[in-house]
């Protein structure tokens, strides 16, 4: 659904059982995620929200993108790494993601990783994931 990024965006509650679980299972990842807002699904602008589920032995691959982005580790734990650097995560972890800093994150305990992630972009598909 295209948005006219013209117009102001409205104020917007969304449930997020009630978004498309979308992921991947191969050489990027092993994770779903349910994308909340984006400019390709909703009428909002400058921001890309969800929350990513990453079950045991779960991982996003290392890899890069333009945007600044943030992670906030909601349940389970995990290990996000940063330009070469491995920092524990548990729930309440928050992370910052410089635009363009090398970064992954794995699930290393036994239950579902949960985290959500915000992008500084209007909409998912401008995300240009870059893989190591």
Do not use: C, K
């Amino acid at each position: 659904m295209g948005t006219d990024r013209t117009a102001a965006p409205e104020a917007l509650v969304l449930q997020e059982d009630d978004r498309p679980v979308e992921g991947w299972d191969d050489e990027r990842g092993r994770l779903t995620w349910r994308p909340l807002f984006s400019a390709d699904s909703t009428p909002t602008d400058h921001l890309v929200t969800g929350v990513a589920e990453l079950q045991e032995g779960g991982f996003l691959a290392l890899h890069r993108h333009e945007q600044a982005e943030t992670y906030y580790v909601l349940s389970g734990e995990g290990v996000v790494t940063l330009g070469g650097v491995e920092h524990p995560v548990r729930p309440g972890s928050s992370v910052f993601l410089p635009g363009s800093v090398e970064h992954g994150i794995r699930n290393t305990g036994t239950q579902e990783l949960r985290f959500f992630y915000a992008l500084a972009a209007d909409d998912f598909t401008d995300v240009e994931y870059v893989f190591s």
